[in-house]
């Protein structure tokens, strides 16, 4: 009998190694990233916002609410949501993104958090996630029918990769490496350019901002990085990477490009600082009470972009995958019963659809038509 058992332990034992092993291998892939080093490294450790071996948000920022376990979670994921995915295709514009005209200022919009700003003859392309997974493996993140119509051929030569913080539905490993060869300048968050420069782009060619920090990256072009309330990380170590919002300054307009934050004081701040901004694109999906601190529910980014002294709001981060516990719908629904409420104006176009900047605001419905 206790041979038995000794036996028992060792297949155990052997397994778990295997196991071990295996998730060891996986994780050296190149899609993980890097973690910082050298000179980058001396240079977060000196960062005003790095502090006890990680970066930190303004305010405490706990992972998740008050009373809140994993397990609950867990339990949470089990349970059936009801329209949780799009059962037909999400509808979307073809445009032609290398014939765009210079006579005004356009953003595409090409589901989730990626779009391009087509703007004085020049391209900034952000946050773009074209595989069609927001995660390093192919069963978790997919994206829904009819929302990845746009791919890395589709893209015109880029002046700016604009890069907000480093998880995988933000920054993606297949997408940015094929997109290399067009990339003229990139512009990320302290510590996110070690992926980037592992990845295979110049350092010569990349600009890491603290917040507050700006860059002149383009004559007339100004982009100043700004705080947010969220984490990074691709492996299990989080915030050894900085997650960044951004004041983009043209030769015509400014915009706010929100990347991901749950709400607080810094949304005040930056309006404080820069004033009315043409357009701001904040993030209106993957919340839940679970983790309120670092992605906004609906009525909060209305607050928000009443805080940032905004002409415009542009919700994003939704209709492309399902990352969160709530139905597909629902952000851009509750999102755009707020800004009515408030008096927001705001613009909700399909994928792929131009959005003029000062022209005429895109309010068409277009998800009540799919189930």
């Known amino acids: 009998m206790l041979q038995k058992l000794k036996k028992m332990i060792i297949y155990v034992l052997v397994f778990l190694v295997v196991v071990a092993l295996g998730i060891y291998i996986f994780m050296q892939q190149a899609q993980f ?12 450790q000196q960062s005003p916002y790095y502090k006890d071996g990680a970066f930190q948000n303004l305010s405490p920022t706990p992972a998740l609410a008050e009373g809140v376990s994993y397990w609950d979670i867990i339990k949470a994921q089990l349970q059936t949501i009801p329209n949780k995915e799009p059962l037909q295709t999400i509808p979307s514009v073809k445009t032609d993104l290398k014939n765009l005209s210079n006579d005004s200022t356009q953003i595409i919009w090409f589901g989730h958090s990626s779009y391009l700003i087509h703007t004085n003859g020049k391209n900034i392309l952000v946050d773009p996630v074209f595989s069609g997974n927001a995660s390093p493996v192919s069963f978790f993140g997919k994206n829904y029918n009819g929302s990845n119509v746009y791919s890395v051929d589709d893209m015109p030569e880029i002046d700016i990769l604009l890069i907000t913080h480093d998880h995988y539905d933000h920054l993606d490993y297949p997408t940015v490496t094929a997109l290399k060869p067009k990339v003229k300048k990139v512009v ?9 420069e592992y990845w295979g782009f110049n350092p010569d060619n990349i600009i890491e901002l603290e917040w507050w920090q700006n860059t002149q990256p383009l004559e007339g072009f100004e982009i100043t990085s700004t705080p947010a309330r969220h984490f990074s990380g691709r492996k299990f170590t989080r915030n050894l990477a900085l997650w960044s919002s951004y004041v983009l300054k043209t030769p015509t307009e400014q915009l706010y490009l929100g990347g991901d934050s749950g709400y ?6 930056i309006g404080e600082k820069f004033g009315n901004f043409d357009l701001a694109i904040l993030e209106c999906g ?3 009470y679970f983790w309120k601190y670092i992605h906004m529910m609906p009525e909060e980014v209305t607050q928000a ?10 919700p994003v981060h939704w209709s492309k995958f399902t990352l969160a516990l709530h139905p597909w719908k629902e952000p851009i629904e509750r999102v755009t019963k707020s800004a009515k409420e408030l008096g927001l104006p705001f613009t909700n176009p399909r994928i792929g659809e131009p959005v ?4 005429s605001l895109l309010q068409n419905p277009w998800w009540k038509e799919v189930e």
Not at 188 to 196: A, E, R
Not at 264 to 269: G, P, T, Y
């Open 188 to 196: 990320t968050s302290l510590g996110t350019g070690q992926h980037l």
């Open 286 to 288: 993957q919340y839940n």
């Open 305 to 314: 972009a009443k805080d940032l002294n905004t002409k415009v709001l542009m």
């Open 264 to 269: 607080d004081s810094h949304f005040k701040q």
């Open 356 to 359: 003029i900047i000062n022209g």
């Open 33 to 44: 990233g890097q973690e910082p080093q050298g000179k980058r490294l001396e240079r977060i």
